[in-house]
Nanobody, 126 residues
Framework: QVHLVESGGGLVQAGGSLRLSCAAS????????MGWFRQAAGLEREFVAA????????AYSDSVKGRFTISRDMGKNTVHLQMNSLKPEDTAVYYC???????????????????WGQGTQVTVSS
């Protein structure tokens, strides 16, 4: 089993920045594509960003493109989400996800992932 643990959430004012991290532990043999999703209160989970197992391909939702950057520590199955210019509408629980040994990169499809973290709260005040 693979466990994903997110960190770095918190409260920030609009226009501020936060950096989320997600580390995989357990039986992490293989390589993983990793992604971030978020779920605001009363809304469905939505895609935020994803990065291929090689790190060469990334994907972003239109709502965060240009403000958020996803990156990974190669060989460590750790992914980061640098969030800049935060807006109140970015407030949500952010979830990390991982897909083991993917043949293709379908980062925005939440059904594609094998493992999920417990989530970390991000709150942006106006």
């Amino acid at each position: 089993q693979v466990h994903l643990v997110e960190s770095g959430g918190g409260l920030v004012q609009a226009g501020g920045s936060l950096r989320l991290s997600c580390a995989a532990s357990g039986r992490t043999s293989g390589t993983y594509a990793m992604g971030w999703f978020r779920q605001a209160a009363g809304l469905e989970r939505e895609f935020v960003a994803a990065i291929a197992r090689t790190g060469y391909s990334t994907a972003y939702s239109d709502s965060v493109k240009g403000r958020f950057t996803i990156s990974r520590d190669m060989g460590k199955n750790t992914v980061h989400l640098q969030m800049n210019s935060l807006k109140p509408e970015d407030t949500a629980v952010y979830y990390c996800a991982a897909k083991r040994d993917p043949a293709v990169f379908r980062g925005s499809d939440f059904k594609w992932y094998d493992y999920w973290g417990q989530g970390t709260q991000v709150t942006v005040s106006s």
